[in-house]
């Protein structure tokens, strides 16, 4: 079998590959390690092996972890990426460095009322169903483009980019990884300050490198580094 550290250097080479194949530099995209439903023992394994980004799907596994011993007093940067109901931003507002699943204006809304009352500022992506599957959380691009407006002046909240989770066909996945790029430029435009919304959360263990070549800043892989194990 092989270990945490190889398959994070192997993945690691995947994207420095795409990078050049794509003419990026490999320093513009970050490895998320999507640690849900593993253990922080393997946390911290990869953590050990230069990995200092992870991804969190489940509010109650993600407070597990956060407060684990094995973890304790290390510079974990944790995002959550998993769909999030508005009543459980409370339990992880200032303690992930990103959240990549607003989905509505109502989150949006409630992540704003959090961070005012915390005096905290927090960093978020747009969720965006590019597939059009109903069985996909996330925002149709027409309705991130009609409420972006508003959502850029909530306060306390910074739109950083957007998210998706595109099609398990890899020639649909790009052709859908293309479109999210196409919205982020759109929302540029009409943002009070483009600067801060440069973030793209797309690509996974299986398509990736489809996601790099669209313009990716942020992969998300688990089972490629961690098995399924």
């Known amino acids: 079998m092989e270990s945490i550290a190889s398959n994070l250097e ?7 590959s795409a990078c050049i194949e794509a003419g990026r530099d490999p320093a ?8 849900k439903t593993k253990p922080a023992e393997l946390v911290r394994e990869a ?9 969190e799907s489940y509010v109650q596994e993600f407070l597990e ?9 290390i510079p974990v ?13 409370r339990s992880i507002i200032g303690k992930v460095s990103l959240i990549h699943g607003i989905d509505k ?6 992540l704003s009322k959090r961070a005012v009352q915390h005096n905290l500022q927090a960093d978020y992506l747009l969720e965006v169903n590019t597939s059009g599957e109903a069985s996909k959380y996330g925002m149709s691009p027409n309705d991130v483009l009609s409420e972006a407006e508003s959502l850029f002046f909530l306060p306390n909240i910074t739109i950083r980019g957007l998210m998706t989770i595109a099609s398990y066909d890899r020639v649909a996945a790009r052709e859908e990884f293309r479109q999210l790029r196409m919205l982020l430029e759109s929302l540029q435009k009409i943002a009070p300050d483009p600067s801060k919304l ?7 263990s299986g398509d990736f490198e489809e996601a790099i070549y669209e313009g990716a800043t942020m992969i998300r892989v688990g089972s490629a580094i961690f098995g399924w194990r």
């Open 10 to 16: 192997a993945i690691r080479e995947q994207i420095n």
């Open 65 to 73: 972890k956060f407060e684990d011993p094995q973890l304790e007093n």
């Open 28 to 35: 513009s995209v970050r490895l998320i390690a999507v640690s």
């Open 47 to 55: 953590f050990d092996a230069g990995q200092v980004e992870f991804g």
């Open 77 to 89: 940067d944790w995002h959550f990426i998993g769909h999030l109901q508005s009543n459980k931003i």
């Open 198 to 204: 440069t973030e793209l959360s797309m690509g996974m």
């Open 105 to 110: 204006f109502s989150t949006a809304e409630e």
